[in-house]
Protein backbone atom coordinates (compact mmCIF):
# COMPACT_ATOMS: atom_id res chain seq x y z
CA UNK A 1 0.00 0.00 0.00
CA UNK A 2 1.20 3.66 -0.96
CA UNK A 3 0.81 6.76 0.50
CA UNK A 4 1.07 10.11 -0.35
CA UNK A 5 2.92 12.93 1.32
CA UNK A 6 0.14 13.91 3.83
CA UNK A 7 -0.45 10.33 4.93
CA UNK A 8 -3.58 9.30 2.49
CA UNK A 9 -3.75 6.22 0.95
CA UNK A 10 -3.73 5.58 -2.71
CA UNK A 11 -4.89 2.19 -2.54
CA UNK A 12 -3.25 -0.95 -3.22
CA UNK A 13 0.40 -1.18 -4.72
CA UNK A 14 -0.05 -4.98 -5.88
CA UNK A 15 -3.29 -6.75 -5.50
CA UNK A 16 -4.66 -8.70 -2.23
CA UNK A 17 -4.22 -12.51 -2.76
CA UNK A 18 -6.87 -14.82 -2.18
CA UNK A 19 -4.58 -17.87 -1.08
CA UNK A 20 -0.73 -17.60 -0.06
CA UNK A 21 2.01 -15.53 2.01
CA UNK A 22 2.62 -12.23 2.22
CA UNK A 23 6.14 -11.23 3.83
CA UNK A 24 5.97 -7.72 4.90
CA UNK A 25 8.32 -5.75 6.94
CA UNK A 26 10.99 -6.90 4.50
CA UNK A 27 14.22 -4.13 4.84
CA UNK A 28 14.24 -1.39 1.88
CA UNK A 29 15.74 -3.12 -0.94
CA UNK A 30 16.26 -6.47 -0.21
CA UNK A 31 13.09 -7.80 -2.03
CA UNK A 32 14.95 -9.17 -4.08
CA UNK A 33 16.82 -11.06 -2.08
CA UNK A 34 14.18 -12.73 0.29
CA UNK A 35 13.51 -14.23 -3.63
CA UNK A 36 16.19 -15.55 -4.13
CA UNK A 37 16.78 -17.09 -0.69
CA UNK A 38 13.32 -18.52 -0.74
CA UNK A 39 14.19 -19.91 -4.27
CA UNK A 40 12.41 -18.46 -6.18
CA UNK A 41 12.55 -17.65 -9.83
CA UNK A 42 11.10 -17.01 -13.00
CA UNK A 43 10.38 -20.27 -13.70
CA UNK A 44 8.52 -21.58 -10.85
CA UNK A 45 4.92 -21.56 -10.80
CA UNK A 46 4.10 -18.89 -8.10
CA UNK A 47 2.55 -15.67 -9.29
CA UNK A 48 4.75 -13.23 -7.23
CA UNK A 49 4.63 -9.95 -6.25
CA UNK A 50 7.19 -7.28 -5.05
CA UNK A 51 6.32 -3.76 -3.55
CA UNK A 52 10.08 -2.21 -3.08
CA UNK A 53 10.92 0.90 -0.73
CA UNK A 54 7.57 1.44 0.01
CA UNK A 55 7.25 4.39 2.58
CA UNK A 56 6.84 2.78 6.16
CA UNK A 57 5.48 4.62 9.73
CA UNK A 58 7.70 2.20 11.66
CA UNK A 59 10.71 1.16 9.09
CA UNK A 60 11.05 4.56 7.20
CA UNK A 61 11.00 2.44 4.02
CA UNK A 62 10.06 -1.60 3.62
CA UNK A 63 9.33 -4.08 0.87
CA UNK A 64 6.54 -6.30 0.50
CA UNK A 65 6.57 -9.79 -0.89
CA UNK A 66 3.04 -11.91 -2.18
CA UNK A 67 3.25 -15.31 -2.79
CA UNK A 68 -0.32 -16.55 -4.23
CA UNK A 69 -0.84 -20.13 -3.51
CA UNK A 70 1.70 -21.02 -1.76
CA UNK A 71 2.21 -21.21 2.24
CA UNK A 72 5.43 -20.94 3.75
CA UNK A 73 7.15 -23.17 6.39
CA UNK A 74 8.62 -21.98 9.40
CA UNK A 75 12.10 -23.15 7.92
CA UNK A 76 12.03 -21.27 4.53
CA UNK A 77 10.57 -18.20 6.60
CA UNK A 78 13.21 -18.54 8.90
CA UNK A 79 16.25 -18.05 6.48
CA UNK A 80 14.48 -14.69 5.80
CA UNK A 81 15.54 -13.65 8.71
CA UNK A 82 19.40 -13.59 7.89
CA UNK A 83 18.90 -10.23 5.93
CA UNK A 84 15.59 -8.92 7.07
CA UNK A 85 15.34 -10.22 11.09
CA UNK A 86 12.20 -7.74 11.42
CA UNK A 87 10.16 -10.02 8.12
CA UNK A 88 6.94 -10.46 9.36
CA UNK A 89 5.11 -13.43 7.51
CA UNK A 90 1.09 -13.40 6.92
CA UNK A 91 -0.15 -16.58 6.22
CA UNK A 92 -3.32 -15.68 3.69
CA UNK A 93 -6.39 -17.89 2.93
CA UNK A 94 -9.74 -16.82 1.23
CA UNK A 95 -8.28 -13.25 1.74
CA UNK A 96 -8.08 -13.13 5.54
CA UNK A 97 -4.88 -13.16 7.23
CA UNK A 98 -4.94 -17.17 9.11
CA UNK A 99 -1.53 -17.17 10.87
CA UNK A 100 0.75 -14.03 11.43
CA UNK A 101 4.22 -14.91 12.66
CA UNK A 102 7.79 -13.09 12.89
CA UNK A 103 10.92 -14.79 11.71
CA UNK A 104 13.66 -16.20 14.04
CA UNK A 105 17.56 -16.56 13.44
CA UNK A 106 18.34 -20.27 12.83
CA UNK A 107 21.29 -21.79 14.35
CA UNK A 108 22.15 -23.92 11.31
CA UNK A 109 22.02 -23.59 7.60
CA UNK A 110 22.21 -26.15 5.18
CA UNK A 111 22.34 -25.67 1.33
CA UNK A 112 21.40 -21.85 1.53
CA UNK A 113 24.68 -19.95 0.98
CA UNK A 114 28.16 -21.03 -0.50
CA UNK A 115 31.55 -21.05 1.33
CA UNK A 116 33.82 -18.14 0.22
CA UNK A 117 36.77 -20.05 0.78
CA UNK A 118 37.95 -21.71 -2.91
CA UNK A 119 39.91 -24.45 -0.67
CA UNK A 120 36.43 -25.81 1.47
CA UNK A 121 35.26 -29.54 0.44
CA UNK A 122 31.81 -27.83 0.35
CA UNK A 123 32.97 -26.45 -3.06
CA UNK A 124 33.11 -30.08 -4.51
CA UNK A 125 31.04 -32.33 -6.02
CA UNK A 126 30.90 -34.00 -2.95
CA UNK A 127 27.37 -35.23 -1.78
CA UNK A 128 27.09 -32.66 1.09
CA UNK A 129 25.16 -29.72 1.49
CA UNK A 130 27.46 -26.69 2.20
CA UNK A 131 26.42 -26.03 6.21
CA UNK A 132 27.00 -22.58 8.40
CA UNK A 133 26.49 -22.28 12.12
CA UNK A 134 24.64 -18.47 12.68
CA UNK A 135 26.83 -16.89 14.89
CA UNK A 136 27.10 -13.14 16.66
CA UNK A 137 30.06 -12.89 14.17
CA UNK A 138 28.48 -13.84 11.27
CA UNK A 139 27.76 -17.42 9.54
CA UNK A 140 31.05 -19.87 10.29
CA UNK A 141 31.10 -22.85 8.02
CA UNK A 142 31.12 -26.08 9.76
CA UNK A 143 33.56 -27.80 7.14
CA UNK A 144 36.36 -25.24 7.59
CA UNK A 145 35.55 -22.58 10.06
CA UNK A 146 35.62 -19.72 7.35
CA UNK A 147 33.32 -17.46 8.93
CA UNK A 148 30.77 -15.01 6.39
CA UNK A 149 30.77 -11.24 8.39
CA UNK A 150 29.39 -9.23 5.34
CA UNK A 151 27.71 -9.15 2.11
CA UNK A 152 25.82 -12.66 2.67
CA UNK A 153 23.61 -12.11 -0.57
CA UNK A 154 26.51 -12.38 -2.92
CA UNK A 155 27.13 -16.22 -1.66
CA UNK A 156 23.22 -17.17 -1.51
CA UNK A 157 23.30 -20.06 -4.14
CA UNK B 1 28.33 -44.80 21.94
CA UNK B 2 28.54 -42.42 19.43
CA UNK B 3 31.93 -43.03 17.62
CA UNK B 4 34.87 -40.46 18.40
CA UNK B 5 36.54 -38.64 15.65
CA UNK B 6 39.74 -35.90 16.32
CA UNK B 7 39.02 -33.71 13.72
CA UNK B 8 40.43 -30.09 14.97
CA UNK B 9 41.91 -28.68 18.48
CA UNK B 10 38.94 -26.33 18.72
CA UNK B 11 36.93 -29.53 19.58
CA UNK B 12 38.80 -29.86 23.00
CA UNK B 13 38.56 -28.34 26.21
CA UNK B 14 41.62 -27.98 27.99
CA UNK B 15 40.71 -31.04 30.49
CA UNK B 16 40.90 -33.25 27.65
CA UNK B 17 43.73 -32.01 26.27
CA UNK B 18 46.23 -32.22 29.24
CA UNK B 19 44.40 -35.42 29.44
CA UNK B 20 45.71 -36.92 26.33
CA UNK B 21 49.21 -35.46 26.69
CA UNK B 22 49.35 -37.11 30.39
CA UNK B 23 48.48 -40.97 28.33
CA UNK B 24 51.16 -40.03 25.83
CA UNK B 25 53.80 -39.42 29.02
CA UNK B 26 52.42 -42.98 30.66
CA UNK B 27 53.36 -43.99 27.04
CA UNK B 28 56.80 -42.80 27.13
CA UNK B 29 57.46 -44.20 30.32
CA UNK B 30 56.68 -47.53 28.93
CA UNK B 31 53.68 -47.86 30.84
CA UNK B 32 50.95 -49.00 28.40
CA UNK B 33 49.52 -52.22 27.20
CA UNK B 34 52.05 -53.15 24.15
CA UNK B 35 48.73 -55.09 22.78
CA UNK B 36 46.27 -52.48 23.34
CA UNK B 37 45.59 -52.31 19.21
CA UNK B 38 45.92 -56.07 18.83
CA UNK B 39 43.78 -57.15 15.83
CA UNK B 40 42.92 -53.57 14.75
CA UNK B 41 43.67 -51.97 11.30
CA UNK B 42 44.30 -48.43 10.76
CA UNK B 43 43.50 -47.46 7.70
CA UNK B 44 46.03 -44.39 6.63
CA UNK B 45 44.65 -42.27 3.78
CA UNK B 46 46.89 -39.64 2.35
CA UNK B 47 46.16 -37.62 -0.45
CA UNK B 48 49.20 -35.16 0.42
CA UNK B 49 52.92 -36.32 0.59
CA UNK B 50 53.76 -37.19 4.41
CA UNK B 51 56.77 -38.15 5.67
CA UNK B 52 56.65 -37.57 9.49
CA UNK B 53 53.18 -37.93 10.17
CA UNK B 54 52.47 -41.09 7.90
CA UNK B 55 55.48 -42.75 9.45
CA UNK B 56 54.33 -42.19 13.34
CA UNK B 57 51.06 -42.83 12.60
CA UNK B 58 51.83 -46.26 10.95
CA UNK B 59 54.41 -46.34 13.49
CA UNK B 60 52.07 -45.72 16.71
CA UNK B 61 49.90 -48.33 15.46
CA UNK B 62 52.42 -50.95 15.39
CA UNK B 63 53.79 -50.08 18.86
CA UNK B 64 50.64 -51.16 20.25
CA UNK B 65 50.26 -54.21 18.03
CA UNK B 66 48.08 -53.01 15.59
CA UNK B 67 48.36 -53.20 12.25
CA UNK B 68 48.12 -50.55 9.54
CA UNK B 69 46.89 -50.50 5.64
CA UNK B 70 46.73 -47.77 3.09
CA UNK B 71 46.50 -46.85 -0.74
CA UNK B 72 49.99 -46.69 -2.01
CA UNK B 73 49.91 -43.05 -3.49
CA UNK B 74 46.71 -40.72 -4.70
CA UNK B 75 47.32 -41.71 -8.98
CA UNK B 76 46.72 -45.17 -8.02
CA UNK B 77 43.28 -45.20 -5.96
CA UNK B 78 40.12 -44.38 -7.01
CA UNK B 79 40.17 -41.16 -6.46
CA UNK B 80 41.57 -40.57 -9.28
CA UNK B 81 38.71 -42.15 -11.36
CA UNK B 82 36.58 -39.46 -9.84
CA UNK B 83 35.50 -41.22 -6.72
CA UNK B 84 33.99 -38.85 -4.29
CA UNK B 85 35.99 -38.33 -0.81
CA UNK B 86 32.25 -39.16 0.61
CA UNK B 87 32.33 -42.88 -0.90
CA UNK B 88 35.83 -43.33 -0.63
CA UNK B 89 35.42 -43.17 3.22
CA UNK B 90 32.18 -45.41 3.35
CA UNK B 91 34.31 -47.93 1.65
CA UNK B 92 37.19 -47.77 3.58
CA UNK B 93 35.07 -48.36 6.66
CA UNK B 94 34.50 -51.25 5.79
CA UNK B 95 37.89 -52.50 6.16
CA UNK B 96 39.30 -50.72 9.21
CA UNK B 97 38.71 -49.90 12.63
CA UNK B 98 39.92 -46.51 12.49
CA UNK B 99 41.03 -43.83 9.48
CA UNK B 100 43.79 -41.39 9.60
CA UNK B 101 43.41 -38.85 7.13
CA UNK B 102 44.96 -35.74 4.98
CA UNK B 103 43.83 -34.27 2.36
CA UNK B 104 44.51 -30.49 0.69
CA UNK B 105 40.87 -29.16 1.02
CA UNK B 106 39.83 -27.49 3.89
CA UNK B 107 36.99 -29.52 5.88
CA UNK B 108 38.04 -32.48 4.50
CA UNK B 109 38.51 -34.68 7.54
CA UNK B 110 34.91 -32.75 9.00
CA UNK B 111 33.43 -34.38 5.88
CA UNK B 112 34.95 -37.63 6.30
CA UNK B 113 33.68 -38.29 10.33
CA UNK B 114 30.12 -37.51 8.45
CA UNK B 115 29.95 -40.62 6.12
CA UNK B 116 33.04 -42.70 8.06
CA UNK B 117 31.19 -45.60 10.93
CA UNK B 118 34.65 -45.57 11.76
CA UNK B 119 36.76 -43.12 14.13
CA UNK B 120 38.13 -40.74 11.51
CA UNK B 121 41.31 -38.50 12.50
CA UNK B 122 42.62 -35.73 10.97
CA UNK B 123 46.09 -35.17 9.86
CA UNK B 124 45.94 -32.33 8.00
CA UNK B 125 43.22 -30.57 5.65
CA UNK B 126 44.56 -28.33 3.51
CA UNK B 127 45.61 -24.68 5.51
CA UNK B 128 43.22 -25.71 7.78
CA UNK B 129 43.11 -28.03 11.00
CA UNK B 130 46.33 -30.39 12.17
CA UNK B 131 45.51 -31.82 15.76
CA UNK B 132 47.89 -34.33 16.14
CA UNK B 133 50.76 -31.97 15.41
CA UNK B 134 49.55 -29.40 17.77
CA UNK B 135 49.10 -32.06 20.50
CA UNK B 136 52.69 -32.91 19.95
CA UNK B 137 53.96 -29.68 20.16
CA UNK B 138 52.21 -28.82 23.64
CA UNK B 139 53.68 -32.20 25.09
CA UNK B 140 57.12 -31.11 23.41
CA UNK B 141 56.69 -27.69 25.56
CA UNK B 142 55.29 -29.69 28.87
CA UNK B 143 58.25 -31.61 28.96
CA UNK B 144 60.25 -28.18 29.35
CA UNK B 145 58.02 -26.04 31.08
CA UNK B 146 54.52 -25.78 32.45
CA UNK B 147 52.14 -24.45 29.34
CA UNK B 148 50.28 -21.71 31.68
CA UNK B 149 50.83 -18.32 31.00
CA UNK B 150 54.07 -18.69 28.99
CA UNK B 151 54.88 -16.22 25.60
CA UNK B 152 55.19 -17.70 22.19
CA UNK B 153 56.78 -16.81 19.17
CA UNK B 154 55.08 -18.06 15.71
CA UNK B 155 57.75 -17.04 13.29
CA UNK B 156 57.20 -17.24 9.88
CA UNK B 157 54.21 -18.05 6.78
CA UNK B 158 51.38 -17.58 9.48
CA UNK B 159 48.47 -17.09 7.03
CA UNK B 160 48.49 -20.42 5.78
CA UNK B 161 50.51 -22.40 8.15
CA UNK B 162 47.71 -24.70 9.81
CA UNK B 163 50.47 -26.12 12.15
CA UNK B 164 50.73 -22.88 13.51
CA UNK B 165 46.86 -21.93 13.51
CA UNK B 166 45.82 -25.05 15.29
CA UNK B 167 48.94 -24.19 18.03
CA UNK B 168 47.88 -20.76 18.55
CA UNK B 169 44.31 -21.69 19.01
CA UNK B 170 45.01 -24.67 21.78
CA UNK B 171 47.20 -22.00 23.47
CA UNK B 172 44.36 -19.68 24.01
CA UNK B 173 43.36 -22.36 26.66
CA UNK B 174 46.37 -21.77 28.53
CA UNK B 175 46.66 -17.91 29.12
CA UNK B 176 49.94 -18.02 26.57
CA UNK B 177 50.82 -14.74 25.46
CA UNK B 178 51.45 -14.99 21.90
CA UNK B 179 54.04 -13.11 19.82
CA UNK B 180 54.06 -12.97 15.78
CA UNK B 181 56.48 -12.58 13.17
CA UNK B 182 55.97 -13.01 9.58
CA UNK B 183 56.27 -11.12 6.10
CA UNK B 184 53.65 -8.93 4.93
CA UNK B 185 50.76 -10.85 3.23
CA UNK B 186 52.08 -13.81 5.21
CA UNK B 187 50.01 -12.50 8.92
CA UNK B 188 47.69 -14.25 10.93
CA UNK B 189 44.58 -14.58 9.28
CA UNK B 190 42.32 -11.44 10.82
CA UNK B 191 39.34 -14.03 11.68
CA UNK B 192 41.95 -16.27 13.38
CA UNK B 193 43.69 -13.07 15.78
CA UNK B 194 39.83 -11.73 16.19
CA UNK B 195 38.69 -15.27 17.55
CA UNK B 196 42.01 -15.46 19.73
CA UNK B 197 41.76 -11.66 21.30
CA UNK B 198 38.08 -12.55 21.74
CA UNK B 199 39.45 -15.32 24.20
CA UNK B 200 41.22 -12.59 25.84
CA UNK B 201 44.73 -14.13 23.90
CA UNK B 202 47.48 -11.14 23.98
CA UNK B 203 49.22 -10.97 20.22
CA UNK B 204 51.93 -8.97 19.95
CA UNK B 205 53.08 -8.58 16.68
CA UNK B 206 57.14 -7.76 16.12
CA UNK B 207 59.05 -6.10 13.14
CA UNK B 208 62.17 -8.30 13.61
CA UNK B 209 63.25 -11.08 15.52
CA UNK B 210 65.96 -9.26 17.48
CA UNK B 211 62.91 -7.07 18.86
CA UNK B 212 61.11 -10.54 20.12
CA UNK B 213 63.90 -12.86 21.20
CA UNK B 214 64.67 -11.78 24.44
CA UNK B 215 60.77 -11.92 25.41
CA UNK B 216 59.79 -15.51 24.73
CA UNK B 217 60.14 -18.90 25.87
CA UNK B 218 59.58 -21.14 23.16
CA UNK B 219 60.05 -20.13 19.35
CA UNK B 220 58.06 -21.54 17.03
CA UNK B 221 59.16 -21.41 13.42
CA UNK B 222 57.75 -22.46 10.49
CA UNK B 223 58.80 -22.79 7.11
CA UNK B 224 58.74 -20.26 4.29
CA UNK B 225 57.40 -21.24 0.97
CA UNK B 226 58.89 -20.16 -1.44
CA UNK B 227 56.04 -20.18 -4.05
CA UNK B 228 54.64 -17.58 -1.83
CA UNK B 229 57.15 -14.65 -2.85
CA UNK B 230 57.11 -13.13 -6.41
CA UNK B 231 60.85 -13.87 -6.92
CA UNK B 232 63.71 -15.50 -5.29
CA UNK B 233 64.95 -12.31 -4.35
CA UNK B 234 62.17 -11.40 -2.05
CA UNK B 235 62.38 -14.85 -0.53
CA UNK B 236 65.98 -14.80 0.10
CA UNK B 237 65.94 -11.51 1.96
CA UNK B 238 62.65 -12.06 3.98
CA UNK B 239 64.33 -15.66 4.99
CA UNK B 240 68.07 -14.21 5.66
CA UNK B 241 66.32 -11.82 7.79
CA UNK B 242 64.31 -14.73 9.99
CA UNK B 243 67.35 -17.55 10.10
CA UNK B 244 67.86 -18.45 13.86
CA UNK B 245 71.39 -18.45 14.49
CA UNK B 246 73.48 -19.37 17.56
CA UNK B 247 74.34 -15.38 17.63
CA UNK B 248 70.63 -14.78 17.54
CA UNK B 249 70.20 -17.41 20.26
CA UNK B 250 72.74 -15.54 22.74
CA UNK B 251 69.95 -12.60 23.56
CA UNK B 252 67.45 -15.33 24.57
CA UNK B 253 66.64 -16.64 27.59
CA UNK B 254 67.77 -19.24 29.32
CA UNK B 255 64.98 -21.43 29.16
CA UNK B 256 64.39 -20.88 25.60
CA UNK B 257 62.76 -23.91 23.56
CA UNK B 258 63.37 -23.68 19.59
CA UNK B 259 60.63 -25.44 17.55
CA UNK B 260 59.53 -26.18 14.00
CA UNK B 261 57.11 -28.80 12.59
CA UNK B 262 59.64 -29.96 10.07
CA UNK B 263 60.55 -29.89 7.31
CA UNK B 264 62.67 -27.02 7.81
CA UNK B 265 64.93 -25.56 4.46
CA UNK B 266 66.88 -22.44 5.53
CA UNK B 267 64.76 -21.33 8.57
CA UNK B 268 66.96 -23.18 11.07
CA UNK B 269 70.73 -22.87 10.86
CA UNK B 270 72.28 -26.36 11.31
CA UNK B 271 74.67 -25.13 14.08
CA UNK B 272 71.84 -24.48 16.47
CA UNK B 273 71.22 -28.02 16.41
CA UNK B 274 73.33 -28.67 19.15
CA UNK B 275 72.16 -26.03 20.79
CA UNK B 276 70.22 -27.03 24.35
CA UNK B 277 67.40 -24.58 22.97
CA UNK B 278 67.28 -26.79 19.97
CA UNK B 279 63.66 -29.38 20.58
CA UNK B 280 62.50 -29.85 17.03
CA UNK B 281 64.22 -33.25 16.62
CA UNK B 282 62.66 -34.59 20.18
CA UNK B 283 59.54 -32.65 18.89
CA UNK B 284 58.96 -35.19 15.71
CA UNK B 285 60.04 -38.34 17.48
CA UNK B 286 57.27 -36.90 20.18
CA UNK B 287 55.20 -37.47 17.61
CA UNK B 288 55.06 -41.44 17.97
CA UNK B 289 53.26 -41.21 21.80
CA UNK B 290 51.30 -38.40 21.32
CA UNK B 291 49.52 -40.60 18.22
CA UNK B 292 49.97 -43.52 20.47
CA UNK B 293 47.52 -41.93 23.04
CA UNK B 294 44.91 -40.23 20.33
CA UNK B 295 45.05 -44.03 18.94
CA UNK B 296 44.19 -45.70 21.98
CA UNK B 297 41.52 -43.18 22.88
CA UNK B 298 39.72 -43.22 19.17
CA UNK B 299 40.28 -46.99 19.30
CA UNK B 300 39.80 -48.59 22.31
Known amino acids: MTQTETGENEGLLVRRIRNGTVIDHIEGGEALNVVKILGITGTTQEALSIATNVPSRDMGRKDIVKLTNRELSKEEVDRIALISPHASINIIRNFKVCEKKGVEIPSLIEGLVRCPNPGCISNTNEPIQSKFRVLPKGLHCYYCDWVISKDLTSYIL | ?300
Open chain 2, 1 to 300: MATRHIISIKDFDRSEIDRLLDHAQQIDSKKYDRNALNGKILAVLFFEPSTRTRMSFESAVARLDGTSVSVGSVDACSMAKGETLADTIRVVSGYADAIVIRHPREGAARLAAEFATVPVINAGDGAGQHPSQTLLDLYTIRQSMPIDNIDVALVGDLRYGRTAHSLASALSLYNARLHTLSPTGLELPDTLATELADKGMKIVNHETIEEMIGLVDVLYVTRLQRERFPDSASYFNVASSYRITPELLTEAKENLIVLHPLPRVDEIDPRVDESPHARYFEQSKNGVPVRMAMLMDVMQ
